[in-house]
């Protein structure tokens, strides 16, 4: 039995085509993770492909086809799947916009899978092994963690990333930030492994720098500082997203410190705390980002910085304040999006009851094109401000500024910069008509 695993790409990060470069790209752990879930019995040859390191081969060889798509790339995972399906091999769909919108992604699929996949695909590949594969698998409410296996990363490209050893400990979130996806898609709530199994998975990678995906593990504090003392005798680097939060527990701070950490992905989304509040990030205060930018540079851990623009709240002015900020506190690698109404979440059908959403493309929907009407500019405003907000932080001077100032992971955040630079000064080109090109040729 042979089992082809795809992760589609959108026009930005293709493949040849994209402009999102390897000192910017880790490996995904979905597909990883997948393939260390298939049930022995099945006997199955498995490969995967990451549209964002290689091409899609013209002629696929396998008996079952999985494909995870984002909201971004689903229009991309339908035309594969609906020319894969038109060739007789059966399709099963899954990743975050599958679960937010089943009923979509049943009409371009033989079958899909809903939330966390760790109980659901092991069992859909024995029903397909016995010919009852179902139209729709859902998580198990009560699902566990626990003994997992570990990650295939042996059937990944290794130099088409900084690096392919990406490990998660937690899933979920328990803050409810109105833009994010992951509590409509997952529950407002967390999942956690158990911190000996993720121990003894770092303990099997020989490289000494690992990035975890997890959403934010900092959310439990107990759970994060057992974790980060049991990592301490592993001698790793490591970076991970977490919220603001981690810059005011000093004993969390010291001890994620002296277990590796390196770096750190803080959604700061707002200058404003005036956005902050409305957006539901009320534990982020702008008047603390010098001090607790600073505590965490003193500590040795450099910061990719997140902002978002285009809330109720924001004027023509957010960009240029932004800007501002980024250079003023250091930031060492800040990244732009532009407010996206997922579909099914709230705010999508709040915006569509408004009358503004503006684009149905799912395509568009990668967070650095504009789909709705904002408040208080146009959306030609807003997706202007956004290119510019890029360029002028990744000019080279404002690149000096902050990597200077910092001087945190420089081996890591000079080669950042430089492809964010090249993102930046790219990015414009991606125009309506650069983005359509999502389907098979």
Known sequence: MKILLIMPRGAL?????GIFRRPIRYAPLTLTALASLVPAENEAEVQ?????????????????????????????AYAIADNVRSRGIPVVLGGVHPTLVPEEAMLHADSVVTGFAEESWPQLLRDFRNNKMKELYVQSPNLSLANLPIPRRDLLKRKGYVTIDTVQATRGCINLCDFCIVPVAWGQRMYFRPIKDVI?????????????????????????KELYRAMIPLKKRWVSPATIKIAEDEELLRVAAKSGCRGLLIGFESVSQQTLKKMGKGFNFVDKYKTQVQKLHDYGIAIQACFVFGFDTDDQTVFEKTVEVVNKLNLDLPRFTAYT??????????????????????????AQHVVFKPALMTPEELQEGLFWAWEQSYTFSSIFKRVSGSRCLLPYSIPANIAYRYYAQNLPKYTKETMQDNLLS
């Open 200 to 224: 003894e998975e770092i303990e099997q990678i020989k490289s000494k720098d690992i990035f975890f995906v997890d959403v934010s593990p900092i959310e439990d504090k107990n759970y994060a």
């Open 13 to 17: 990060y293709r493949y040849q085509t």
């Open 48 to 76: 995967i492909i990451d549209e964002g390191i290689e091409s899609l081969p013209e002629n696929l060889d396998a008996d079952l086809v999985g494909i995870t798509a984002i909201t971004g790339t689903v229009m991309r």
């Open 341 to 366: 109404p997922f579909p099914g979440t709230p705010i999508f059908n709040k915006l569509k009851s408004e009358n503004r959403i503006i684009e149905y493309n799912w395509s568009f929907y990668d």
